[in-house]
């Protein structure tokens, strides 16, 4: 019998990480259009809230999940957009303020929550 993966999760760690593993698929761009956009960025952090959803990780490490995990993958898209040319994904010419990411700025914002 499968143990449930965190205390609020009542099913298996075998049973999320498929679930999880359809979002990471996705979450570094697509390889037939070699595009990369905030879907795709939005895939990847669907994991991170899919680990507090569901107890793997704990509100208190919201910050280190932010600040370093997403912070890391972000990293690795800037260098997977330069080295493979990545198209910015359904922007049909449309530059937006940032056509590859849209989270870091809305993470920054909640930073500045409470602050005067």
């Not at 593993?21 to 956009?37: K, N, P, Q």
């Not at 910015?88 to 700025?105: E, M, N, Q, R, T």
Request: aromatic fraction near 12%; include cysteine; hydrophobic fraction near 50%.
């Amino acid at each position: 019998d499968a143990k449930p993966v965190g205390p609020r999760c009542t099913r298996s760690a075998e049973d999320l990480a498929a679930e999880l593993a359809c979002y990471l698929r996705v979450a570094f761009g697509d390889e037939s259009r070699i595009d990369y956009g905030t879907g795709h960025e939005a895939a990847f952090f669907a994991i991170i809230f899919a680990l507090g959803a569901n107890g793997v990780a704990a509100k208190a490490d919201a910050p280190d999940l932010v600040l370093v995990v997403f912070a890391k993958y972000m990293r690795v898209m800037r260098c997977l957009q330069l080295v493979y040319v990545l198209e910015p994904a359904g922007s049909h010419g449309v530059w937006g303020l940032d056509d590859f990411h849209a989270l870091p700025f809305l993470f920054g914002a909640a930073q500045l929550v409470g602050l005067e």
